[in-house]
């Protein structure tokens, strides 16, 4: 059964094929991002206008990645599903992606599988196989090549630690949509938190990498920061620790709490904006990998992945490696962040448990759709 996956949920567009949930056929990512960074984070009407330009031609670019011999008649013959994410996300981006599924869904004849993007982030772990063509001919896209995919396909109870810019939370999987919502933030996402602390610190967005890239410079243990304490156990908070980081700056270059945070970049010195970050890194993914093993300590599951952009974050995965008693088979970093395989993967197991296709000519978009 191979699905034709479709992401647009916030600036990145995406296409993908995936054939029986496990064998990646094609991934192409074209990204906004560029146009994005001189304003400090996702302008939603330059992201919604980019879907409009690329929409179409990754999808071709996909479907002429998994067929040796490409048609773009005949090829779509081999499909048997469209998936796409109507939420959660940006409305004027989940609404290119949705509108471009139901016509083809329609045009094509073929089912439509509505995706709840925060979930499907779960699902680029049960990719295991990839397809021997896979590879990115245009330099519009992202390259995306080399994958490291999960050895082997998660077996349930899962516990999933789901981490992004827009969302921190922990899920216990006893099946394939049977879950619960262990714990999630209540304020900043982890992910929103290293935004925020790259721009105190004068570096670009997106914060995770550039934070992580300048940590390495840095002394870890230079800064004490406060981890928040939640009265759900399983809960986040990011605020806090965020805060923290802006005090610790304002008392590093000797001023108080109302000397404005716009204007510290210019004051701090390289060394310390790097034991800055490399502090802020350390406690931010302890909070993470603290709550994890807590979780993974009293539920026992089989399996635990890591998803969302977070995910990639090598301090998160080395945290957990050396603390965890069981070895974590963590999926290529490529997948972690936004892409349209993780949507066809959900859709193809969604079809195996006989949830219903969604109606081409009503599904509707869903912004604040929550797991």
């Known amino acids: 059964m191979k699905i034709v996956g479709i992401e647009t949920s916030c600036d990145e567009t995406a296409a993908a094929v995936v054939e029986n949930g496990r064998l990646l056929l094609s991934n192409v990512v074209a990204s906004s991002m560029e146009m994005h960074k001189q304003y400090g984070g996702v302008v939603p009407e330059i992201a919604a206008r980019s879907h409009i330009e690329l929409i179409n031609p990754v999808i071709e670019q996909a479907l002429a990645e998994a067929f040796p011999n490409y048609d773009p008649g005949k090829s779509w013959e081999q499909i048997d599903a469209i998936a796409v994410t109507y939420g959660p996300g940006l409305g004027g981006s989940l609404l290119i992606g949705v509108m471009t599924a139901r016509t083809l869904a329609i045009v094509k004849n073929k089912p439509l599988y509505a995706v709840n993007h925060v979930e499907a982030h779960v699902y680029a772990n049960f990719l295991t196989e990839i397809g021997e063509k896979i590879k990115v001919q ?136 790097a034991d800055l970050a490399a502090s802020f890194n350390r406690v931010a993914m302890e909070v993470l990998v603290d709550k994890t093993i807590l979780a993974y300590n009293e539920f026992a599951p089989k399996s635990l992945v890591i998803a969302g952009g977070v995910a990639a974050s090598p301090e998160l995965r080395e945290q957990i490696s050396q603390r965890l008693p069981i070895e974590i088979d963590y999926t290529d970093t490529k997948l972690c962040t936004d892409n349209a395989a993780m949507i066809a993967t959900n859709a193809y197991y969604q079809i195996q448990t006989n949830k219903p296709a969604a109606n081409p000519k009503t599904l509707e978009i869903n912004p604040s759709l929550q797991m």
């Not at 899962?158 to 949509?177: M, N, P, R, Y």
């Not at 620790?241 to 390289?270: C, H, M, W």
């Open 138 to 273: 245009s330099s519009r896209f992202k390259q995306i090549s080399n994958y490291k995919l999960s050895k082997t396909v998660p077996e349930f109870p899962i516990l999933a630690l789901v981490v992004s810019g827009g969302h921190t939370q922990l899920v216990l999987f006893e099946d394939h949509f049977n879950y619960k919502v262990l714990g999630r933030t209540g304020d900043d996402a982890v992910g929103e938190a290293y935004d925020k602390v790259a721009k105190i610190l004068g570096l670009p967005y997106p914060g995770g990498p550039s934070v992580e890239k300048f940590a390495q410079k840095g002394d870890s243990l230079k800064y004490k920061l406060p981890k928040a304490k939640m009265p759900e156990k399983y809960d986040f908070s990011y605020s806090g620790l965020k805060t923290a980081v802006l005090r610790a700056a304002q008392t590093a270059i000797g001023e108080d709490y109302s000397f404005p945070s716009y204007q510290l970049a210019d004051r701090l010195k390289n060394a310390q904006k």
